[in-house]
């Protein structure tokens, strides 16, 4: 499958996903162009990390195919047939995609300024002055500019959560991945990460999905929302029309839930 510009960033393909005999995807199809913001958004269970996961090759497919700009995440083509991906296919292409989790996962004993070199050095092969100019623009972006030599023990949970974006941004992704990042915070450290993110999202050209329960923040930043019920996709359009005037019941049903519980 060759790169083209006109290719989707994100395209899957008939990707089903079983555990056991539980289907969590079933046949899904979409795809997500190159700059988009695109916001998963439904009940609890019904299959939005597990995208995210198998986009970071945490999981793999059961059926259909999952692609990046056009080159197959899922798999490769060998000998003119496709077979599933190896590990070396792997590796190469989810370098392309960073991700931030709920959970910032940073490394305790380093300082934020190694925690955001760390990768760029070891991974990428950037030397650490280059590494550490990257960091020092990504500090400034999300706020952190003062925080460079700090431990992230010694930071709130939502600066830590900044130094995580950092850290994902260092990498240089064409995708970036947010799953929940907002949950394990204090409310009060809420905005200061939206606003980071909402940031990213005008200034650059990264392509981004996101899974949030912020209803807000996937009304003011995303381009287009997706709503899934069972591992479908049942209503994709942009935020005013998906949150003004939802076409399908279980659109409705869950934003009167999830807005009357804020
Ligand atoms: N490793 C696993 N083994 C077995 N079942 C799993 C596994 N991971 C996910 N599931 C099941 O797959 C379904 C979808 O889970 P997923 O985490 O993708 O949902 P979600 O929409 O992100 O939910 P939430 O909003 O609660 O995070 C759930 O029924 C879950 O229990």
């Not at 030397?127 to 100019?133: M, T």
């Amino acid at each position: 499958m060759s790169t083209d510009s006109t290719d989707p960033t994100i395209t899957f393909d008939a990707v089903t996903k079983r555990f056991g005999a539980h289907v969590v995807l079933d046949e899904l199809s979409f795809t997500v162009d190159p700059g988009e913001f695109v916001t998963l958004i439904g009940p609890s269970g019904s299959g939005k990390t597990t995208i995210l996961r198998l986009l970071m090759t945490l999981e793999k497919v059961d059926g259909g195919t999952i692609s990046i700009d056009g080159e197959y995440l899922s798999h490769m083509e060998r000998g003119g047939k496709l077979v599933p991906a190896d590990e070396k296919h792997l590796s190469r292409v989810r370098r392309r995609i960073g991700m931030v989790f709920q959970q910032f996962n940073l490394f305790p004993n380093m300082s934020v300024l190694r925690n955001i070199t760390e990768a760029p050095t070891r991974v990428l092969g950037l030397s650490k002055g280059e590494a550490e100019a990257r960091a020092v623009d990504l500090l400034d972006m999300v706020g952190l500019s003062d925080k460079a030599s700090a431990h992230p023990t010694q930071l709130s949970g939502g600066q830590q959560q900044r130094v995580a974006i950092a850290r994902a941004l260092a990498m240089r992704p064409d995708v970036l991945l947010l799953d929940e990042v907002t949950s394990a915070l204090d409310p009060e450290l809420v905005a200061g990460v939206l606003s980071v993110l909402k940031e990213i999202a005008s200034t650059t050209d990264i392509t981004m999905l996101c899974v949030t329960h912020e209803m807000q923040f996937a009304r003011d930043v995303s381009d287009r929302v997706m709503m899934f019920d069972s591992g479908r996709v049942i209503e994709d359009a942009v935020p005013e029309k998906l949150f003004t005037s939802p076409e399908h019941d279980r659109t409705k049903e869950f934003l009167s839930a999830v807005l009357n519980r804020a």
